[in-house]
C-alpha cells in the first residue's frame, strides 16, 4: 500500500513523506469520513512532533490533488475520506454514521447547457454532495421517533 502511496504522491510532485504516507493509511483503513482532528488525535502517538496545522495543510494537499475528498458536513465542519473510485461520480454522505456512498448519476451536460443558455458562461468544475440517512440510520430514526 505505501508503494502505491508513494506513487500517487510522486505524481502530484509531492514527496513521500512519512507523516503524508501516516495520513493515507489512515484515510485507508476508514470506511467513513474522518476530520482532521480526529487524524491528528492519531497520529500523535506515532509522530510527537505533528502539529494539527501540518495535518490540515497535507490533508487539503492531498484533496487539491484528487487523491481524497472533501466532506462538508451540514454542521459546516470539514472531514476527508479516501475513495478508491477513480471515475467521475459524487457521493452520498449519512450524516449520522458517517457512511459514504458513491453515486453514479451526475447531471453535467444538464447543468453545462443551463449555465451557458441562462448566463452566457462555461462551467469550470463542479461539486456535488448529497446529505441524508443511510437505510439504517433512517430505520433507527424512524423507531425512534426522530424526525427526518
Not at 439504517?136 to 430514526?141: D, G, I, T
Request: glycine share 8%; charged share 25%.
Amino acid at each position: 500500500m505505501n508503494g502505491q502511496f508513494s506513487e500517487t504522491l510522486k505524481g502530484l510532485k509531492l514527496k513521500a513523506t512519512p507523516k503524508r504516507l501516516a495520513i493515507l493509511r489512515l484515510l485507508s483503513q476508514e470506511s467513513t469520513y474522518v476530520s482532521p482532528e480526529e487524524i491528528w488525535q492519531r497520529l500523535r502517538g506515532r509522530f510527537g512532533a505533528i502539529g494539527l496545522p501540518t495535518v490540515y495543510r497535507n490533508l487539503e494537499e492531498l484533496a487539491a490533488g484528487g487523491v481524497i475528498t472533501k466532506v462538508i458536513h451540514p454542521n459546516r465542519q470539514l472531514y476527508y475520506f479516501l475513495c478508491s473510485n477513480r471515475h467521475h461520480h459524487h457521493h452520498f454522505i449519512c450524516v449520522a454514521c458517517r457512511r459514504v456512498e458513491d453515486v453514479d448519476v451526475c447531471a453535467l451536460n444538464d447543468l453545462e447547457r443551463e449555465v451557458d443558455a441562462k448566463i452566457g458562461g462555461r462551467v469550470l468544475s463542479h461539486i456535488v454532495q448529497v446529505n441524508g440517512l443511510c437505510r439504517s440510520c433512517a430505520v433507527a430514526a424512524a423507531g425512534s421517533g426522530e424526525k427526518q
